[in-house]
């Protein structure tokens, strides 16, 4: 997917997409990490896939992070 072009760390902390700091997030129990502005997750276990929150939990999380 889209994280598999991003090589070094610092660049996968950063959405390719929007340039916006992905952020980490616990969602029952898992650990996701990913941006808010474009709603793409991913697995610090798997990078490769990546998945679109539910509206109703990326609402929730904009709130909680300000945006
Ligand atoms: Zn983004």
Do not use: Q, Y
Request: hydrophobic letters at 35%; charged letters at 25%.
């Amino acid at each position: 997917m889209f994280w598999k072009s991003t090589k070094t760390k610092e660049a996968s902390m950063t959405c390719p997409h929007c340039n916006v700091v992905r952020i980490e997030i616990d969602r029952f129990g898992e650990r996701l990490i990913g941006c808010v502005v474009c709603n793409l997750w991913t697995w610090p276990t798997s990078p490769s896939v990546s998945m679109a929150l539910p509206e109703d939990d990326l609402e929730a999380l904009r709130k909680r992070v300000g945006n």
